[in-house]
């Protein structure tokens, strides 16, 4: 079966350092993974994905993430972070062989301070 | 274009009631999945219904059943409701079945609250 964790519960950063909030998956064979952000009372909104291909995957509001096969990791990235940043964010995972069940990690909260 | 879009947006039952949450997805998008996100989780899949056929059912009691309509808006039904049903209720819509590099987009949930 699939899952994803995500080892921090919430990460602080300064408004302009570069952030990463990190998400390990398990999975039979070759995944796809999904970073999503979610606002207060607000659904998730779609940040990026990787299917295969280059291991760096760029995405909206100047997200990338890193796709490493060899740590199962899928760490979210941003150069330089800002104060709209700050939400929840959750990493997502859907195995090759099961389209219909994305599994989500618990979520991370960003906080990012001016 | 209109997002995904759920109704009510919020809900207050008694434990034992029954609830239906509707929603509807982006025009075009055949693939519409449920979840529940319980207060600091990530959501849990309950189901997912592509051309009004049931394709996925997470692990969630037979309490709770879905439909998906021929414009391919959806309800979810919940019977003899628990306190801890009480969550954020989501609803994501995508193009099709069986294309798992395909994101989901979501709508604002419904919240439910059991009393």
């Known amino acids: 079966a699939q899952s994803v964790a995500q080892p921090e519960d919430q990460v602080n950063v300064a408004e302009g350092n570069p952030l990463t909030v990190k998400c390990t998956y398990s999975v039979s064979g070759n995944p796809y993974l999904f970073w999503y952000v979610q606002y207060p009372n607000r659904g998730l909104q779609f940040l990026l994905k990787y299917i295969t291909g280059d291991n760096l995957v760029k995405g909206s509001y100047g997200f990338e993430a890193e796709f490493n096969k060899s740590q199962t990791s899928f760490h979210l990235k941003k150069p330089s972070a800002l104060v709209s940043d700050s939400a929840l964010y959750f990493c997502a995972v859907r195995g090759l062989n099961n389209n219909n069940d994305m599994r989500f990690g618990a979520g991370t909260r960003l906080t990012v301070k001016p | 274009d209109a997002g995904v879009t759920q109704s009510p947006t919020h809900l207050i039952k008694t434990r034992g009631q029954h609830v239906t949450l509707r929603c509807s997805p982006i025009s075009g998008h055949k693939s519409v999945s449920w979840y529940q996100q319980v207060l600091g989780q990530g959501p849990q899949f309950i189901f997912q219904?592509?051309?009004?056929?049931?394709?996925g059912r997470g692990n969630f009691p037979d309490r709770f059943s879905a439909r998906q309509f021929p414009n391919y808006s959806s309800e979810l039904n919940v019977n003899a409701l628990l306190l801890g049903d009480s969550a954020l209720y989501l609803c994501a819509s995508s193009l099709a079945s069986g294309q798992g590099g395909q994101p989901q987009h979501f709508g604002d949930g419904t919240r439910l609250s059991i009393l």
């Open positions: 219904y592509y051309e009004k056929e049931e394709r």
